[in-house]
C-alpha cells in the first residue's frame, strides 16, 4: 500500500479554525474510522510526515499522541506507529459512530495526564499538590445556616426565578462596594457575574478573538487561559520568564503583530507566584494606552497575602479604560458555588451578556445570594484572617519541607501570597520519571510544562500548598525527597511496591 497517496489529500490548513494538530488527527482518525487506513498499517514517520504536508514535527507529535490517546494507533518504541485493531471493532454493527460526528474539538496534548493528576486518589495515603484546591475545612458553611434563614424576609419570590444574564442586582452592588474599598471605582452596571472566572474567560474570548488573532501572555501561565486561547484558533505571543516584563519585546509585538489583547496574572502569578512591581504595572498601562491594548486582568490571589499587601492592582490603576478585570470567589471563599465577576467598560459588559445569553442566560441565583450577605454582612474580612493565618503556617511548612529532604535537587522561591510553589528540578532528575515514581507513593503535582505554550519544554514542577495540613505536607514532600535521593527520578534506581506505598 502507497500510504503516501492516501495521506496526502488531508487538508491541515492555518486558514481553519482547529490547531493544526488537531486538524491532522482528525483527518487520520476519517481514514483509520472508514477502513482506508487498514489494521496494522505502519504510518509514517514524524519527521517523513510532517515534510510531505509542510508542517512542524511538533504538530505530528502531537496528532499522533492524540489519536495514541484516543486508542486508534499504538507506538512501538524502535519500530513506529501502528492502526489499532480495536479502534474498528469496538463499535458493534448499527451502533451509532459518534465520535465520526462529532464537531473538531480541541484537546490539549496533556489534558488526559492532568486529568490523571487531579482525579480522586485510590488509597487514604494519597497526598495531592496538583489541583488549586481550597481547604475544605475552611469553607465558611456557617453563612448558609446563619444568614439565610434570616434574609428570608428579604427575598422575594422573584429572586428565585430568572434574573438578569448580568447578574443579582444586589450581589453586584455590594461587589462594587467592596471593590471600591480596594480602589476600583465602577458601578453595578459595569459588573458582571459569571459562572467562575473560567467562563469570563470564556466568554472574553468568544467576544474579541478570532482565528489568527494574536494574543499575549506571560510564560508560564495559567494553563485554562493557554488552552482558551489556543482553541479560538489565535496565534500566541508570549513574554519569557523574568522577574520583570521585557517592555522592548512587549512594545515590538505591539507594533509589529497588532495583538488583540494581553492576559496576566500580575498578582501572585499561577504558576511561579510571581508579583508584578508598581512601577511596571504602571509603565504597562502607560504602554497599553499608547497603542490602545486591552488587558485582561486575571486576579483569583491577590488577596491571599502572607507578608505584606501587594501592589494596587491593574484595574485600579486604569487611566484609559482598556483594562478588562477578572475576579472570583473560588480561591478565597466557595469554589463549588462557581461564581466570579467581570469588571469592565459598559460596551464590554453588554457585548459579554450577549455572549453569556447563548450558555447560561444568567449564573445561580442561590450562589449569588449566598455571596450577597457574605459580602454585605461583613463575614468576608474575618474569613480572610482566618486563611491568610492558616495559609501562611501551611506555606511555610511547605518550604521547610523542601529545604529538609529536597534541598539539593529542587530551587524555588518562597511566594508572598497565592497557593503554589514553582520549583526548577535540577539535573539529571527527570520530571517525567518523577510524575510516574511520585504517583506510585501516592503523591501527584503538575508537571512545568502544562503552562507554556505548546512545544516548550521544562524541567519545572508546581506544588500547591493550601490544601493539606501541615503534617500532610510534610509527609508528602518527604515522599518526593525519597524518591530524589534514591535516585529514582533519573532511572538509576526504582522503588518497588505492592499495594501501599512503601516509603
Not at 450558555?359 to 486563611?387: A, C, K, M, P, V
Request: hydrophobic share 40%; net charge neutral.
Amino acid at each position: 500500500m502507497d500510504i503516501t497517496k492516501i495521506i496526502m489529500d488531508l487538508r491541515v490548513t492555518s486558514s481553519q479554525n482547529a490547531p493544526l494538530y488537531l486538524q491532522l488527527a482528525n483527518g487520520l482518525a476519517a481514514k483509520i474510522q472508514n477502513f482506508t487506513l487498514a489494521i496494522g498499517t505502519k504510518l509514517p514517520p514524524e519527521r517523513e510526515l510532517a515534510k510531505l504536508l509542510n508542517v512542524s514535527r511538533t504538530t505530528v507529535i502531537n496528532a499522533y499522541r492524540l489519536l495514541e490517546d484516543q486508542g486508534l494507533i499504538s507506538t512501538k518504541i524502535g519500530s513506529g506507529s501502528y492502526v489499532n485493531e480495536v479502534s474498528q471493532t469496538k463499535q458493534p454493527n448499527g451502533a451509532m459512530p459518534w465520535e465520526q460526528l462529532f464537531t473538531p474539538q480541541y484537546t490539549s496534548p496533556l489534558s488526559s495526564i492532568l486529568r490523571t493528576l487531579i482525579a480522586p486518589h485510590t488509597f487514604d495515603e494519597a497526598i495531592s499538590f496538583a489541583a488549586g484546591m481550597p481547604d475544605p475545612a475552611f469553607y465558611p458553611l456557617y453563612i448558609m445556616e446563619k444568614a439565610l434563614p434570616s434574609s428570608k424576609s428579604h427575598l422575594a419570590d422573584a429572586d428565585f426565578g430568572y434574573i438578569s444574564t448580568e447578574g443579582y442586582l444586589p450581589l453586584k452592588q455590594s461587589l462594587a462596594k467592596w471593590q471600591t474599598e480596594v480602589g476600583i471605582h465602577a458601578t453595578p452596571e459595569q459588573y458582571l457575574i459569571v459562572s467562575g472566572s473560567q467562563q469570563g474567560l470564556y466568554l472574553i474570548v468568544k467576544a474579541f478573538i478570532a482565528p489568527r488573532d494574536y494574543v499575549i501572555v506571560e510564560s508560564p501561565t495559567y494553563l485554562g487561559a493557554i488552552q482558551s486561547f489556543e482553541n479560538s484558533g489565535a496565534h500566541i505571543l508570549t513574554l519569557p520568564p523574568s522577574d520583570r516584563l521585557n517592555f522592548e519585546l512587549l512594545e515590538d509585538y505591539l507594533i509589529r503583530y497588532r495583538p488583540k489583547l494581553m492576559y496576566t496574572i500580575p498578582t501572585f502569578q499561577n504558576p511561579t507566584g510571581r508579583v508584578m512591581s508598581l512601577q511596571d504595572r504602571k509603565k504597562l498601562i502607560q504602554l497599553a494606552a499608547k497603542y490602545r491594548l486591552v488587558i485582561v486582568e486575571d486576579d483569583p490571589y491577590s488577596l491571599l497575602y502572607y507578608e505584606q499587601e501587594p501592589p494596587a492592582s491593574l484595574k485600579s490603576l486604569d487611566t484609559y479604560g482598556g483594562i478588562i478585570a477578572l475576579g472570583t470567589f473560588s480561591k478565597t471563599v466557595f469554589p463549588g458555588l462557581r461564581t466570579g465577576w467581570i469588571t469592565a467598560a459598559q460596551q464590554v459588559i453588554d457585548r459579554l451578556a450577549q455572549e453569556k445569553q447563548h450558555i447560561d442566560l444568567h449564573s445561580n441565583n442561590l450562589s449569588q445570594i449566598i455571596l450577597h450577605i457574605f459580602l454585605e454582612g461583613g463575614y468576608l474580612t474575618n474569613h480572610l484572617s482566618l486563611i491568610r493565618t492558616e495559609y501562611k503556617k501551611r506555606r511555610d511548612a511547605m518550604v521547610h519541607a523542601l529545604r529538609h529532604y529536597c534541598n539539593d535537587y529542587l530551587e524555588f522561591t518562597i511566594p508572598e501570597g497565592g497557593f503554589y510553589i514553582w520549583c526548577k528540578v535540577k539535573p539529571p532528575i527527570s520530571v517525567t520519571e518523577l510524575i510516574r515514581q511520585s504517583a506510585v507513593v501516592g503523591v501527584t503535582f503538575v508537571p512545568g510544562i502544562a503552562f507554556y505554550t505548546t512545544g516548550t519544554r521544562s524541567n519545572e514542577i508546581r506544588l500547591c500548598f493550601v490544601t493539606h495540613k501541615e503534617d500532610l505536607i510534610k509527609e508528602g514532600i518527604r515522599r518526593l525527597g525519597k524518591i530524589l535521593t534514591s535516585g529514582a527520578a533519573n532511572g538509576t534506581q526504582t522503588i518497588h511496591t505492592a499495594g501501599r506505598p512503601m516509603i
